[in-house]
């Protein structure tokens, strides 16, 4: 076990690493490879209408190398699936590229008066050393190979139709009020 700083695009990621194995060690001269694997996506929520079709968002790979991306729509305990699916559920993403996912309810019901909490998460995955479709991405010159594969999720409000217009329209409508060192806002 060795501690480590490692620099992975703008980021400084400090790690243990664990190397498991007989005569497994780790020393100064070791090469240590560290990929990331996250996209990017052009929203920081979706607002998903009763009567809608589908939404879409967009994915980024802002990576030099190919990634699986995988995708999947949660209920508000980040646990459960939603009534939805992604499509793509899971697609490769090659390097530097953009692609969309799609939202589409499948069923499931939702209160009438007041939006639902979903979320939709996208997760990078790192390709295995004999994946054919990553061939030539994987440094095979590294002691050491550490792959961080990170899972964005975004919300996901679901709207009924009954709620009509913008969040602008209703904020001379909230009443604050103060508690100690809280504040809150009801209608």
């Known amino acids: 076990m060795f501690k480590a700083i490692f620099t992975v695009g703008s980021l400084l990621l400090p790690c243990i690493v664990v190397a498991k194995g007989i005569g497994v060690t780790a020393s100064s ?21 009763h009567g809608s079709l589908g ?24 646990k459960s699936p939603a009534p939805f699916i992604t ?43 004999e994946d054919k479709w990553a061939e030539g991405t994987i440094t095979k010159n590294s002691s050491f190979t550490v792959q961080f594969s990170v899972n964005n999720c ?3 409000f679901v709207r009924p139709d009954t709620i009509k217009g913008h969040p602008e329209d209703f904020a001379d409508k909230v009443i604050w009020s103060k508690k100690r060192y809280y504040c809150s806002g009801s209608k």
């Open 29 to 49: 001269n070791d090469v240590v490879d560290a990929q990331l694997f996250s996209v990017d996506l052009n929203l920081n929520r979706v607002v998903y209408y």
């Open 55 to 78: 939404e879409n968002v967009a994915v980024k790979n802002n990576q030099a190398y190919p990634m699986l991306v995988q995708s999947m729509v949660f209920d508000e305990d980040k």
């Open 87 to 129: 499509t793509p559920p899971l697609f490769r993403l090659d390097g530097s590229q953009t692609s969309r996912i799609r939202i589409v309810r499948t069923g499931g019901e939702f209160p009438q008066d007041r939006e639902k909490l979903q979320w939709l998460c996208v997760k990078g995955i790192p390709p295995q050393s």
């Open 154 to 156: 975004i919300k996901v």
